[in-house]
């Protein structure tokens, strides 16, 4: 059955056209798969009887939720699913392989560097101190989903360097492996945009959103073990959170 077929013939007067046809074009990116088409913006005017202004802003503001993807000359599509950041300290192989989607990486440096000054400070060492430095491309069934750097003291992991990385959760290899224990970890999330190499590693637009998480892994003492950074694309990654208020 085509999407227009899936669509109800007319709006109500009991609520805002807008609102109306936000809510129908909701239950019908609900019902397709990703990839799909939506009707055109023409189309969805003339059967509803609304300005087309109207019409392209509630598939802007989709467009702007992830919820649907603008192919410029060819029109709007269903958007992939969003993946949604696990409440608990995991491994971005552990977050993919619990959605059902499997794990990947393509490593795109790995080697002993010398600390800058922000790695430094994050891992409380000295600047210049060396440094296991891990560059990857972390993808989802394929398709890129994050850019990650880690970062970890070479005196303790320098074997790291040379470890086959390519299809393997930095997590377990370093529990496995070194014998690491890294119960909590401190984090901060940014929004940022995705622009020059970053997108074209990320195969994205320069420009499009991201999500840019700082993690510092810390010991069963609170001490740094690790420093991360990654760049998620904002199209297909989202934070949930489950807040308790205090009386």
Known sequence: MSPRAELPRKLSRRSPKGEQLR????DLIDALAPGDPLPSERELAERYDVARMT???EITALAAEGRVQRVQGRGTFVAEARVAQAAALSSFTEDMRARGLKPGSEVLGQGVVPAD??????L????GTDVVRVRRVRTADGEPMALEEAFLPADRFGALAAADLRGAS????LEERFDAR???ADQQVVAVEIVG??????RVAPGRAGLKFHTILLDEDERPLAYAWSLFRGDRYEIRLRQERRP
């Open 182 to 184: 890294f119960p909590v």
């Open 124 to 127: 409380g060492l000295d600047p």
């Open 117 to 122: 000054d922000l790695v430094a400070r994050r």
């Open 197 to 202: 190499e970053d997108a074209n590693l990320l």
């Open 23 to 26: 809510a129908i074009l909701e």
């Open 55 to 57: 019409v392209r802003a």
């Open 170 to 173: 930095l997590f377990t290899v």
